[in-house]
């Protein structure tokens, strides 16, 4: 059964180690989803992709360890993602095209750790940061 008056999600502390999938059949119109502390280990482009319209996205208190290239290329109205307390070592341009990205929580990660909030231009700072800390070609 479809809920288009639904924008916000919440899946906490449930065993997930792969992002659920169909979510957004019931739910077509979400801006908010936050997937915290469920012990996910990947998340990757095509699990995000329906998701639009998205503008926060947390995946804070999981096991991911790797963020893909282009990983929010389908989400260009992110304003916040939150990645705080995970385990990820590798970032391949994961960032590109977020050019509304004010807040980005990237603390206690294993390459690197920062947090900036309410600045785009600080942000793109962060970003820039990570990918130098985070290539495993570096």
């Known amino acids: 059964q479809h809920n288009s008056k639904v924008e916000s999600l919440s899946i906490k502390k449930k065993i997930h180690t792969l992002m659920p999938h169909n979510v957004e059949s019931y739910f077509e119109n979400l801006i908010c989803l936050d997937i915290y502390e469920v012990g996910l280990k990947e998340i990757h482009q095509e699990d995000l992709e329906p998701y639009s319209d998205l503008k926060y996205l947390s995946l804070a208190n999981n096991e991911l360890k790797n963020l893909d290239r282009y990983l929010f290329e389908k989400n260009p109205e992110l304003e916040v993602i939150m990645l ?7 970032v391949n341009a994961a960032f590109q095209g977020l050019d509304n990205l004010r807040d980005l929580n990237f603390e206690n990660n294993v390459c690197h750790s920062g947090a900036v909030k309410n600045s785009v231009s600080r942000v793109t700072d962060l970003i820039e940061e990570i990918y130098v800390d985070c290539n495993l070609q570096s």
Not at 84 to 90: A, D, K, P
């Open 84 to 90: 705080f307390n995970n385990e990820i070592v590798f």
